[in-house]
């Protein structure tokens, strides 16, 4: 969830400086450009006040022409900005550098013309740090009350765009730092806010798996999810204690059975011995009554399996897989079945020695009953970086896809094998004791006839 919540933060606040950072740049830059105009506006008005004085007639040898004439030369040496102060009909009265005339198009003529008119010129275009333009201002020379020349200022907007440049770099630090705060916030609040939610998440994964009193502390996190955490506890603790009634009802049930049971098999045998021999019903009776203290026993052995804590122990898997071959060996060679095992011959894991011998007693046993004379049973042994796995394969009938998804089941028994002894106990006895201790069984088919059956250990201790 942290990967798709703090994206969008991110992505949120990011948008919100941008929304900010924009009008902020634009702000800067059009302040620095004001700048300019302003002083150039005033500069103009300057000049203006000394042209207002110089007349036509007097020519080059007016005082106050030669005047205003080095003022324009200063401001050119000192600024770098080319000035001039030109007629209406558009000859010059003075400027500098010399060189330099008024444009006959352009932004100077468009201001040139609009001073005419008895007004300054209008603000020149935004001029923006990737951009080479100039900043033209014009100003009219009025003297009683009619425009006789215009001054012209053509700036250059290498030091105002630096000026905006400089501006801009500051506003991307700031938000970059302020990016960076924010992006810190967002892991901090998405980890305040998801902290019970992996909790809850933990716990609940611990209780599907069997650890039922896992529960969560409700510390943290905002009030809702601390009423969540408490409704689950309260829920976990109500199904653990419906889980243990059940397990200990199926207990009882089972405990409380085996005697009368007990007692009716007896009478069975007693009433055999004043039947002929080979009375096909009392064996029928005989055999059934057999079946069903099996099933009490199983039943009970899974009431404790599901009850019971696992005994760890760092264990050799290759070594218990080779001795319970060893062990059902013997009954594989009866029914003319051959068990091989493969893979490492040293594994260890952790797990519970006992449990793990139930389970592959119970697979095995299975491998063999389904199994074909004549055919082989594998069992291969191996281990990964996390877990150690003992794979059972044998040559039987296999099941189909919606039969995988019962297999374990309580009670369940395929229907193409009700002639097979057994209670379907076994294996949901088998995935008891092993997620007790971390370990899980999973079912497959063994191409192209068969089951594959695999076990799977942790290598690291789940409780340390």
């Not at 040898?61 to 001039?84: H, K, N, P």
């Not at 801009?168 to 705060?181: F, K, R």
């Not at 399996?305 to 290759?318: C, K």
Request: proline residues 5%.
């Amino acid at each position: 969830m942290r990967t798709r919540l703090l994206p969008l933060l991110i992505i949120l606040m990011a948008g919100v400086l941008l929304a900010l950072g924009f009008p902020l740049a634009v702000s800067v830059a059009a302040a620095q450009q004001q700048r300019v105009v302003v002083d150039r506006i005033d500069d103009t008005a300057r000049f203006a006040a000394l042209a207002q004085f110089v007349t036509e007639q007097t020519g080059g040898t007016d005082e106050r022409r030669r005047t205003l004439q080095a003022e324009l030369e200063a401001y050119d040496s000192v600024y770098g900005i080319r000035a001039g102060v030109f007629y209406r009909d558009r000859s010059p009265m003075a400027m500098a550098p010399v060189t330099w005339r008024l444009p006959a198009e352009g932004e100077g003529h468009e201001a040139f013309s609009e001073a005419l008119l008895g007004r300054r010129s209008h603000d020149p275009p935004q001029v923006w740090p990737w951009q080479r333009g100039r900043v033209v201002v014009a100003s009219p020379v009025v003297r009683d009350g009619d425009v006789v020349a215009v001054v012209v200022l053509d700036s250059p907007t290498g030091e105002m765009r630096s000026r905006t440049l400089r501006g801009w770099l500051l506003i991307a630090l700031g938000e970059s730092v302020a990016m960076l705060v924010a992006v810190g916030a967002a892991i901090r609040l998405t980890g305040w806010v998801l902290l019970p939610v992996q909790t809850l998440d933990a716990a609940a994964h611990d209780i599907a798996s069997g650890k039922m009193r896992s529960r969560v502390v409700a510390s943290g996190g905002p009030p809702e999810l601390r009423r969540l955490a408490r409704s689950f506890n309260e829920m976990a603790d109500n199904v653990e204690e419906v889980l243990e009634q059940q397990r200990a009802f199926v207990a009882d049930a089972s405990h409380q059975l085996r005697n009368p049971l007990a007692a009716l098999l007896l009478r069975i045998e007693l009433l055999a011995l004043e039947l002929p021999e080979g009375n096909e019903e009392i064996a029928s009776v005989r055999t059934e009554g057999k079946r069903l203290g099996q099933v009490l026993d199983d039943l009970l052995d899974l009431a404790l399996a599901e009850h019971a804590e696992a005994d760890l122990r760092l264990t050799d898997i290759g070594a218990l897989t080779a001795e319970r071959v060893a062990s059902w060996r013997p009954f594989a060679e009866e029914n003319g079945v051959r068990l091989r095992v493969d893979g490492a011959s040293a594994v260890t894991a952790w797990a519970d020695p006992i449990a793990l011998s139930s389970a592959l007693d119970a697979i095995i046993d299975n491998a063999c009953k389904f199994t074909p004379a004549g055919e082989e049973v594998i069992l291969t042994v191996a281990s990964g970086r996390d877990n150690a796995t003992v794979v059972v394969a044998d040559r039987g009938p296999g099941l189909t896809e919606q039969e995988l998804e019962r297999i374990g089941d309580r009670f369940w028994r395929s229907t193409r094998h009700q002639n097979v002894r057994g209670s379907g106990l076994g294996l949901s006895i088998s995935r008891a004791l092993l997620a007790a201790g971390g370990g899980s069984l999973a079912y497959a088919p063994h191409e192209p006839h068969g089951l594959r059956v695999t076990v799977t250990v942790p290598r690291n201790c789940p409780h340390g």
